[in-house]
């Protein structure tokens, strides 16, 4: 293995060179995936309605082409699905990742171009391992196989043309390098499979007698995956099933609530998890370091990145920032320019920055994904760092939450309501609480004030669900496995009073 791995270390060399030279230089390597992106799309409909041809600079850019939601790109991309050539990219797509984000009921369509897989997605997850293996240069990871729990796809046909939709992960999954199947398993037949369940079933009788290194996706899914394979091989942690695992890559939602649950699985300190940031829109970010928790921003993937700092979201003269502009400590909602077709794209995460040269991010959360009904302003980041501190006070292991508010009623002030669905519950569900509680004043000055002297609002309620409740409520959505998340935050109760029926009634 350090033979392999020095072999692979040399051939990747150059690119790491790469990456530290836009790691010194951002903006200028901004600037230029800028005047590509705009060259590529010059003549396209969307390019010449915009008369992309004149822009000569990013000020104009701004001026000309504002701000778009899923809704502004729908009519045109229904077009390139019907298999009309030019639209929104001068090359021709016929992939289309299937996303409906985590509040949209309705599916999204993102175009995903030849340009896109090769220069973003694919060139994300060779950097993935080339990061990796420079830190652990004694690791085992080239010895064995990476499990990939992807979702499905099917063939569209509509109009004139074919296209094929499907989970951002089956895209990646269909259009790989032949000698990937080599690395991964389940058989890419059964990778696809649409049923989640009947999916796992196959994925356990098919990879039980592999030699698997590393898992790759979403943590929520993997665990469902991970727990399933335990039982089917009467097990008690998975290092009894696979004695050289040695790292989890994540992404999609916060690994925070779910480390401990991985902790149990795969008891050893040798594991090592690795976030990535890889969306349907484009891969935006990877953990380059394993003892930093911030990812890396990609500036060379063929997108052009801008920030609105969320204090100005919404507002007509809200600014958008270059990478040159930002500053860290400060939550921004994330636009971007695509080799995928997507132009001032808004794609609904917030992020914000950790450091800057290098630039790296967290995310926070997402621009329609928190509370805000009476003025507390509670992101996604707030609710992660107040629950893991509730959790080591009573030793709590949570497997999946979401928050909702109470309304205020003519004798009652409002409140948060959290449902949460414990893997172990809590010593005492009212420490629990009260802790809570506490952690969310001490990293959310707004929820603080609206606490004081319950001014506004309540103690929060804290419901502990029945188990499987989170599994049951998205399988009726048809929302499981893949890219599928639950909401963690949301300003009505149309989750929270699902999840409380299905509790009540159904388990």
């Not at 320019?337 to 001032?344: D, E, K």
């Amino acid at each position: 293995m350090p033979i392999l791995n020095s072999i692979y270390n040399f051939v990747t060399k150059s690119r790491l060179s790469e990456v530290e030279f836009f790691c010194q230089d951002p903006f200028h390597v901004q600037e230029f995936q800028f005047r590509l992106l705009i060259t590529q799309a010059r003549d396209t409909e969307f390019g010449r309605r915009h008369d992309f041809a004149s822009i000569k600079s990013i000020d104009t850019y701004q001026q000309r082409v504002p701000v778009h939601e899923y809704g502004d790109f729908s009519p045109y991309i229904e077009r390139m699905m019907s298999g009309e050539p030019n639209i929104l990219w001068n090359t021709e797509v016929k992939w289309f990742a299937k996303s409906s984000g985590t509040t949209a009921e309705k599916s999204k369509f993102i175009p995903v171009s030849t340009e896109s897989l090769d220069m973003c997605h694919y060139r994300g997850a060779k950097d993935v391992l080339a990061f990796y293996l420079n830190q652990c240069p004694e690791s085992n990871i080239l010895s064995g196989k990476g499990l990939t729990l992807g979702g499905s796809h099917q063939i569209g046909k509509l109009g004139a043309g074919n296209t094929y939709c499907g989970d951002l992960s089956a895209i990646l999954i269909e259009n790989a390098p032949f000698i990937t199947d080599f690395v991964r398993t389940p058989a890419k037949e059964v990778a696809l499979i649409p049923d989640f369940e009947e999916k796992i079933a196959k994925i356990a009788a098919q990879t039980l007698g592999e030699n698997v290194v590393q898992f790759v996706g979403v943590p929520s899914w993997n665990l469902v995956l991970m727990r399933y394979l335990l039982t089917h091989a009467g097990k008690n942690n998975l290092l009894e099933i696979w004695p050289n695992l040695e790292l989890f890559i994540h992404g999609g939602v916060s690994f925070t609530p779910y480390r401990e649950q991985f902790k149990k699985i795969i008891p050893s300190d040798n594991m090592r998890y690795m976030e990535t940031y890889n969306a349907s829109e484009g891969f935006f970010g990877i953990q380059n370091d394993l003892n930093d928790s911030g990812m890396m921003l990609m500036l060379d993937y063929g997108i052009f990145y801008e920030f609105i700092s969320m204090s100005e979201f919404g507002s007509p003269t809200a600014r958008a920032l270059t990478i040159a502009d930002v500053k860290t400590g400060e939550n921004y909602a994330m636009v971007i320019t695509t080799n995928g077709g997507l132009f001032r794209y808004l794609i609904g995460d917030t992020v914000e920055f950790t450091s800057l040269l290098p630039h790296k991010i967290k995310i926070t959360g997402r621009t329609k994904h928190y509370i805000n009904v009476f003025g507390e302003e509670l992101m996604v980041n707030n609710a992660e760092s107040a629950l893991q501190t509730a959790c080591l006070a009573t030793n709590a292991v949570v497997r999946d939450y979401t928050v909702a508010p109470i309304f205020m009623s003519v004798d009652k002030k409002g409140g948060h309501e959290w449902l949460i669905e414990f893997e172990h519950e809590p010593t005492c569900l009212k420490t629990f609480t009260t802790i809570l509680d506490e952690a969310l004043c001490a990293v959310n000055s707004d929820y603080e004030a609206k606490r004081s002297k319950n001014t506004t609002l309540e103690m929060p309620l804290v419901q502990s669900l029945k188990p499987q409740t989170f599994y049951e409520w998205m399988r009726r959505r048809g929302k499981l496995g893949g890219q599928h998340k639950v909401p963690r935050l949301f300003n009505t109760r149309e989750y929270a009073d699902r999840l409380l029926d299905i509790n009540q009634n159904f388990l």
